[in-house]
T-cell receptor, first 114, second 112 residues
Framework: AQTVTQSQPEMSVQEAETVTLSCTYD???????LFWYKQPPSRQMILVIR??????QNATENRFSVNFQKAAKSFSLKISDSQLGDAAMYFC???????????FGTGTRLKVLA | NAGVTQTPKFRVLKTGQSMTLLCAQD?????MYWYRQDPGMGLRLIHY???????AKGEVPDGYNVSRLKKQNFLLGLESAAPSQTSVYFC???????????FGQGTRLTVV
């Protein structure tokens, strides 16, 4: 069965510092996608970053980058130069290529301290 | 540029009442989804659709029904609401060839 685990229910970071959110997943498939979604207090789900499993290079979007360790089935999100607007719930998710269902983790609530 | 629109945004129901949540997308997406979000449980898939006229069960389908009579609309029905259905409901859609899902703003439903 496909699972996604986020073991950190809550994290805090000082403004301008760097924080890493952890995510592990389990799948027997070789072709899949991994995502990080951000959910601010407005409730809107926003895609932060996406990683294709066949790509060895870690995805990067401005201050957001991932550390994708395929053998370890780990997919962590690093936020550099944290800003107050980064405070949100972050969800890790997976999608097997050619299928329909996204599997979400339970989320990590990030607090950014001024 | 509406994207995915959910109606209503908030609703309070009494136990046993029925209601329908409407999801509309204007991106001509093939796939549509209904999720529920509960504290500490992430998003769980209720039902999904891979095209007009087709629906399938997700991991928590009991107590819900869905219909996709038009490609742009995906309706979620609660026939007899129960307090356990108090949750935030999200609709999402995506194009088949693209992996990113686009979400609506959610509906907060309280069943008393």
């Amino acid at each position: 069965a496909q699972t996604v685990t986020q073991s950190q229910p809550e994290m805090s970071v000082q403004e301008a510092e760097t924080v890493t959110l952890s995510c592990t997943y389990d799948t027997s498939e070789s072709d899949y996608y991994l995502f990080w979604y951000k959910q601010p207090p407005s409730r809107q789900m926003i895609l932060v970053i996406r990683q294709e499993a066949y790509k060895q290079q870690n995805a990067t979007e401005n201050r957001f980058s991932v550390n994708f360790q395929k053998a370890a089935k780990s997919f962590s999100l690093k936020i550099s130069d944290s800003q107050l607007g980064d405070a949100a719930m972050y969800f890790c998710a997976s999608l097997i290529s050619g299928t329909y269902k996204y599997i979400f983790g339970t989320g990590t609530r990030l607090k950014v301290l001024a | 540029n509406a994207g995915v629109t959910q109606t209503p945004k908030f609703r309070v129901l009494k136990t046993g009442q029925s209601m329908t949540l409407l999801c509309a997308q204007d991106m001509n997406h093939e796939y549509m989804y209904w999720y529920r979000q509960d504290p500490g449980m992430g998003l769980r898939l209720i039902h999904y659709s891979v095209g007009e006229g087709t629906t399938a069960k997700g991991e928590v389908p009991d107590g819900y029904n869905v219909s996709r009579l038009k490609k742009q609309n995906f309706l979620l029905g609660l026939e007899s609401a129960a307090p356990s259905q108090t949750s935030v409901y999200f609709c999402a859609s995506r194009q088949g060839a693209v992996t990113e899902a686009f979400f609506g703003q959610g509906t907060r439903l309280t069943v008393v």
